[in-house]
């Protein structure tokens, strides 16, 4: 995130210094699962962040970009922060602790539909010793329950807040749904407002600074994630190993071959992915497609293969070797 190191620092200089403009780094933490990918691709209008009902999907710091007249907002979605168990469990952490660091402000995710439980308690414990970042605890999943449990667990949140930081508590407490869009708009709202004055920090238009390999390979992860067995999605890695454009082709109609390594840690997981006559690889390549194409703006053959790496989550080299 160098680009936010050559700007002021201070939200209060915001009236009148840039006109007014505001523009800055968010980020979005909580236990797995608890709805940052969907709520990053709601809050930007467009998917930029792989989602999937299995905890410890994402992988990847995918920044958003949500573009107003007045203000911009980067969003780095990150997994979710717990207790590891695996060397890999470990640098995710690692990586949402140096996340942590560099931002402007701070989401706490809380599902409205699951009671606070000791992962929540762990995470608000971490967040609150940072001290100097503006913490909003943001309720999601409000759809997904009545209205007079939605208000037990705002209750609850704001009481959380309290024990964790103070009598003050979190800075915001913000409810939404980013399946309905409720109070999306008002989110953004409460996050650029704790963003610094800045002149904008990337061009308009832009959604993403992720490098297209990277997203291609989280289409490809999520694809590959719908519908099956627990063990499969702490295992599962993805990497692109060559995007080429198809000789003879006109300008006008490019086509491009896009190669793909999919590692899991086992033989058996080999066989989960591949399917019976290959048929679940091939569900895979053709859900996936759909939006490499669109992110690409071109027509694609996607090449897929299924390779063991042995344990490669506690393994160094490995680890390296996969991008972590």
Request: aromatic share 4%.
């Amino acid at each position: 995130m160098s680009k936010k190191n050559s700007r002021p620092a201070s939200p209060d200089s915001a009236a009148t210094e840039f006109g007014g403009y505001r523009a800055g780094f968010a980020v979005l933490v909580g236990r797995p699962n608890a709805g940052k990918s969907t709520l990053t691709n709601a809050l930007v209008g467009q998917k930029v962040a792989i989602t999937s009902a299995k905890p410890q999907t994402t992988r990847h710091t995918i920044r958003g970009i949500v573009h107003r007249d007045d203000a911009q907002l980067i969003l780095v979605d990150t997994p979710g922060l717990h207790r590891p168990r695996t060397l890999l469990g470990k640098r995710l952490n690692e990586l949402v602790a140096d996340t942590l660091a560099e931002v402007d402000a701070i989401g706490f995710c809380l599902p409205a539909n699951e009671k606070i439980g000791p992962g929540d308690k762990y995470i608000a414990a971490q967040l609150a010793a940072i001290g100097n970042k503006p913490v909003i605890a943001v309720v999601t999943k409000a759809d997904t329950v009545d209205r007079q449990a939605l208000t037990e667990q705002l209750l609850a949140v704001a009481a959380l807040g309290r024990d964790v930081i103070g009598e003050d508590g979190w800075k915001d407490i913000v409810p939404v749904s980013a399946t309905d869009g409720f109070q999306v708009d008002t989110l953004a709202d409460v996050l650029i407002s704790h963003m610094p004055a800045s002149p904008p920090l990337y061009p308009d238009g832009h959604l993403t600074d992720e490098p297209e390999a990277v997203m291609i390979a989280e289409l490809i992860r999520e694809a590959a994630l719908e519908g099956v067995r627990d063990e499969l999605p702490h295992s599962l890695a993805v990497v692109v190993d060559e995007i080429v454009p198809r000789e003879g082709r006109p300008e006008d109609r490019p086509f491009l071959d896009v190669r793909v390594n999919l590692y899991v840690e086992r033989p058996s997981q080999k066989a989960i992915i591949i399917g019976k006559g290959g048929a679940r690889l091939r569900e895979v390549g053709t859900t996936a497609r759909k939006g490499i194409e669109a992110l690409l703006g071109a027509r694609i053959y996607l090449d897929l293969h299924v390779k063991v790496a042995k344990d490669w989550q506690r393994d160094p080299k490995q680890l390296v070797k996969l991008g972590f």
